[in-house]
């Protein structure tokens, strides 16, 4: 069992920059990859960032490549999302997941069995 908890959004200019943070509990976190997905008003949830569950791989759309990067601390627990460049169609409620333990990182939502709460992220122009 793993419980997630994110933090750090808010309101940011565009081209302006936020680091979101998950924390996690539970044993084994080391075990597990994890991704971000957002969601926007009205639309479905969305592929962000994924990383392998030792830090060594990440995964990323064309969308955020370049402007967003995916860290894990297993010492701490503690998966980051560093966000640069902001743009209003950024604006959603961002989601940290946790995959099955010893699985490859997904870009599916469907393959995560653990989902925080999520952070509000609005850009204004």
């Known amino acids: 069992q793993v419980q997630l908890v994110e933090s750090g959004g808010g309101l940011v200019q565009a081209g302006g920059s936020l680091r979101l943070s998950c924390a996690a509990s539970g044993r084994s976190f080391s075990s597990y990859p994890m991704g971000w997905f957002r969601q926007a008003p009205g639309k479905e949830r969305e592929f962000v960032l994924a990383i392998s569950s030792s830090g060594a791989r990440t995964y990323s759309p064309d969308s955020v490549k370049g402007r967003f990067t995916i860290s894990r601390d297993n010492a701490k627990n503690m998966v980051y999302l560093q966000m640069n460049s902001l743009k209003p169609e950024d604006t959603a409620v961002y989601y940290c997941?946790?995959?099955?333990?010893?699985?490859?990182?997904?870009?599916?939502?469907?393959?995560?069995?653990?989902w925080g709460q999520g952070t509000q992220v609005t850009v204004s122009s």
């Open positions: 997941a946790a995959g099955p333990m010893y699985s490859r990182p997904s870009d599916d939502r469907g393959a995560y069995d653990y």
